[in-house]
């Protein structure tokens, strides 16, 4: 079993930054595709942004690219989600997600809200 714990949301104003952080207990954290979805009050959850297991090829969703930035560190089996100027339209709660062949592992989320 996977234990993904997520941490950095809060409260923000308008254009202001929050990085996130996803901690794996996987000892083959390195080997996984990783990355963030979001959901807002109402909505359905929406990716954001993923990363390869070395790090070197990310993608981002169209309202996320030039914003924020994915990393990981697997020395520290942590994944970090860099997000400047922000908007409301970005609050919502924010989930890690590692795909393990066989299926994906969530975090538990982490609420970002950003006031206007």
């Known amino acids: 079993q996977v234990q993904l714990v997520e941490s950095g949301g809060g409260l923000v104003q308008t254009g202001g930054s929050l990085r996130l952080s996803c901690v794996s207990s996987?000892?083959?954290?390195?080997?996984?595709?990783m990355g963030w979805f979001r959901q807002a009050p109402g909505k359905e959850r929406e990716f954001v942004a993923a990363?390869?297991?070395?790090?070197?090829?990310?993608l981002y969703a169209d309202n996320a690219r030039g914003r924020f930035t994915i990393s990981r560190d697997n020395a520290k089996r942590t994944m970090y989600l860099q997000m400047d100027s922000l908007n409301p339209e970005d609050t919502g709660v924010y989930y890690c997600?590692?795909?393990?062949?066989?299926?994906?592992?969530w975090g538990q989320g982490t609420q970002v809200t950003v006031s206007s």
């Open positions: 996987s000892r083959t954290f390195s080997d996984r595709v």
């Open positions: 997600y590692a795909d393990h062949s066989g299926g994906l592992y």
């Open positions: 990363i390869s297991g070395d790090g070197g090829t990310t």
